[in-house]
């Protein structure tokens, strides 16, 4: 039995502002996901550019379960990171996660979205496929710590009827699985 497989099969998630506070838990998930962590320092530089970055983490009761961050340039939200507690990979929660990023950058103005992912990483394309994203080009080399290429990936007019009913259709599709309320 995986750890996730513990957790029970409907689980209550809310989605909030990343606050100082919350680093213990955000640099817990960053190290046990990411090969080259971001370090302390780095997140805390990003949280006091309030004008042009978001970040945001999803809370399981008292425990941090996964976050995220953007950055908004002029009507482009550009997505800097998003990581899920691996106990709780495969449970919908990484799309919960980007389905609130994308609201929030909506709210703050954002036409489209741009982000880059690790070529290989299928589980994380599946994800941005599913919402609209396509690549547009590569960057080699792009993650130093492995030499590995990253793949630039675009979704244009998210502020468009049709993307709100996309996002809906994927609104849908996860709360069957998680109840997720989120916060401003």
Known sequence: ???A???PDRAEVVIAPMRGRDLPGVLRIEQAVYVLPWTRRLFVEELSLRTSRVYRVAWSGRRIVGFAGQMLIDDESH???IAVDPTWQGRGLG???LLDLERTGLVNGARHLTLEVRVGNEPALALYRRFGLAPVGVRRNYYPE????ALVMWSRNIDSAEYAD?????DTMTSGRLTVTSRR
Not at 146 to 149: A, I, L, P, R, S
Not at 166 to 170: G, N, T, V
């Open 1 to 3: 039995m995986t750890a």
């Open 5 to 7: 497989s513990e957790e």
């Open 79 to 81: 997505v800097n990171n």
């Open 95 to 97: 799309t919960a996660i």
């Open 146 to 149: 492995t030499g590995d290429d």
């Open 166 to 170: 996309r996002l809906q259709e994927i």
